[in-house]
């Protein structure tokens, strides 16, 4: 699967590469974090030291970082060996220093000593001033001597945290590494094939080419380790071929320019750069993009998982404004947004009006595993096809409502907070839960059995609690029952099953599982009635009972019953009610039963949810048809 994730990834930066407004590395380089500016004069004097910053909003605050995002020259990624970047290093490579605690004490002097080698081997065949200055300070600075400098001494402390540094020449706007004439030599020495280089068949393009050793760290995935993680990469014997012992990127070979494609879109597709942005499904980043430079494939996708960024605001308003520059596609996305918040059906033909129904589009889940990237899941198909299953999944969901403001179509957060308790320190889902469920919408398949059992397990152990806001069988939990039935089943021809999946309630039915579920609702509606104040209902002691065994609740229920129905002034239509139910389960003939599966129990479930849902129903029309009455009085 790893190959196809590359092979996508590769297609994908050939794309961008080829729209001047994308913002992608192009080969060579590398977007990085920068902290602080080195001013020279030509002679190599350091005149100044310039901190960067820059701000981010998250939620309603506005926070200062302490660096900028620049495109530099491409650094490599770093073992234990000391190895230098090209014009753009840490503090340690650059000025010589660190407050790290390292084995060797000469660290931070042997990095800068291979800081000065590199680039002024480098430098030294580019005629220009930059270089010139760049390599006049190198052969002139002392690191030893480095807290000597007023222009360091002022920013010791944070310069000691390492982080990047970038020259620019004084009384120049741009940094040396934006000099023309040194791109055109990075980039000319780039294309220049190593005499050292192994060569071999690409597993990703299927070329022979230098293959890249090690390949680029893959940077912006929460919880990763902060150097970054690996997506492919070898560190022990168990995961190496026979014959390529240590030899890391040899085991799988994948030439250097689509290791360095593949990971510069991946750190892209992460990045807040990226106008379709990231979201999160417990710990895996989801990032998703179809095989065209059109936006709107994405943005269709984003607002069909009703992905809401209003606490990731991007951090510049350079950035806003690279999200929202394509005007057609901010109008497409505000229309799908509008439809599903108003419910209103959703038909695939309708939103990819324009587009091409067979692009490829792909979606691709992220966890984090200290240094290394795991993949929760991948897929791919064509736009039409993603469309229909997602919309699929919101219409297996569809249910009656309890409350006119509850959502008609549920996000997926809301689905995934059903399965952990509120009361709970760490409010999180299954990373693994959340990875399979997104798995079951993009395919079509049944949910996992592991999102029904949570939901269950949260049914019997929770009680209500309106200060807490924990309601025992919610719209939610109720959708979330009927959904995974009902994909269960549909491949299976059991009629009686089905007919029960319903969206409301189903008065016609004889299956007991279901009938159970609303007697339950009518007796307690029946208390409720009678004692209209009551703190604990039989619901909070004997719901759980009832539903998993009910031949050892149902009669005490009922007997209890009799008693509420003489208190009560709705008695004698509760009772009716109660005499139409048992007259369909039959128990004469069929007793109740002692013990119910765990799919009968769902669809007890469904059955209280449904009938309780209709009484809110009619009180709803009732009241209605009371005002209604009350106008018209008025009127006359």
Not at 285 to 309: C, G, H, M, T
Not at 615 to 620: D, G, L, N, V, Y
Request: aromatic residues 10%; hydrophobic residues 35%.
């Amino acid at each position: 699967m790893t190959e196809m994730i590359l092979q996508a990834l590769t297609k994908y930066y050939d794309i961008l590469a080829k729209d001047a407004e994308s913002g992608i590395s192009l080969p060579g380089y590398c977007t990085t974090t920068v902290s602080f500016v080195l001013s020279i004069s030509e002679s190599g004097e350091l005149k100044d030291i310039v901190p960067l910053s820059s701000f981010e909003k998250k939620g309603k605050k506005t926070v200062e970082n302490p660096y900028i995002t620049l495109f530099v020259p491409a650094q490599i990624k770093r073992t234990n060996r000391i190895s230098a970047n090209f014009l753009c290093d840490s503090v340690a490579y650059v000025l010589g220093f660190t407050d790290k605690n390292m084995k060797d004490p000469n660290y931070s002097i042997k990095c800068h000593k291979e800081f000065c080698d590199h680039n002024i081997h480098l430098l030294e065949n580019i005629p220009c001033k930059a270089a010139n200055a760049v390599i006049n300070f190198l052969q002139t600075y002392d690191p030893i001597h480095a807290k000597e400098y007023p222009q360091i001494d002022r920013y010791w402390t944070d310069l000691c945290a390492g982080r990047n540094i970038v020259f620019r020449l004084e009384g120049n706007s741009e940094y040396v590494h934006e000099d023309t004439q040194i791109r055109d030599y990075w980039e000319k020495i780039n294309e220049e094939e190593k005499d050292d280089v192994y060569r071999g068949q690409c597993l990703v393009t299927g070329k022979t080419s230098p293959i890249a050793i090690l390949h680029n760290s893959i940077m912006g995935l929460p919880g990763s380790n902060p150097t970054g993680a690996t997506l492919v990469g070898f560190n022990a014997d168990a995961y190496e071929s026979y014959g390529r012992h240590k030899q890391q990127g040899k085991n799988s070979p994948v030439s250097e320019r689509a290791a360095f494609a593949y990971t510069t879109v991946l750190n892209f597709l992460l990045s807040k750069k990226n106008p379709n942005r990231k979201f999160t499904v417990g710990d895996t980043s989801v990032v998703y993009w179809a095989e065209s430079p059109k936006r709107d494939y994405a943005n269709i996708f984003s607002s069909l998982f009703q992905i809401n960024w209003a606490d990731e605001q991007s951090e510049s308003d350079e950035i806003d404004e690279v999200s929202f520059q394509d005007k057609k596609a901010e109008q497409r996305l505000s229309e799908i947004g509008e439809k599903i918040t108003r419910g209103d059906n959703l038909d695939s033909n309708s939103l990819i009006a324009g587009l091409d129904p067979e692009t490829r589009f792909y979606i691709l889940g992220l966890a984090p595993n200290s240094a290394r990237a795991s993949i929760r899941f991948f897929h791919q198909d064509p736009f039409e096809k993603i469309v229909k299953k997602i919309i699929l999944h919101y219409e297996d969901l569809q249910i009656v409502k309890e409350f006119a403001d509850q959502p008609n179509w549920i996000p997926l957060y809301r689905l995934l907070g059903e399965t952990y308790s509120k009361k709970s320190s760490e409010k999180k889902s299954s990373p693994l839960l959340s990875g399979a469920v997104m798995s079951s919408i993009l395919n079509g398949t049944p949910y996992p059995a592991a999102l029904y059992y949570a939901i269950i397990n949260r049914i019997r152990a929770d009680v209500d609690d309106k200060s807490k806001n924990i309601q025992k069988i919610n719209y939610f939990r109720a959708a979330i029952v009927k959904a995974y039935l009902l994909r269960k089943y549909r491949s299976q021809k059991n009629l009686i099953i089905q007919e029960v999946l319903c969206m409301s309630l189903n008065q016609q039915t004889d299956y007991p599982a279901y009938l159970l579920g609303r007697l339950f609702a009518v007796l307690e509606k029946t208390q409720k009635d009678a004692i209209p104040n009551l703190n604990t209902t039989i619901k909070d002691r004997y719901f759980t009972t009832a539903c998993a065994s009910p031949a050892s609740v149902f009669p005490i229920l009922l007997r209890l019953s009799q008693h509420h129905i003489s208190k009560s002034d709705y008695g004698y239509w509760s009772e009716q009610l109660i005499q139409e139910i048992m007259s369909k389960l039959k128990i004469e003939e069929n007793a109740i039963p002692h013990h119910l599966s765990l799919d009968d129990q769902g669809i007890f479930i469904l059955g209280y949810y449904h009938q309780r849902a209709d009484f809110f129903e009619k009180k709803s029309d009732d009241s209605k048809q009371i005002e209604k009455i009350d106008n018209g009085d008025k009127n006359e």
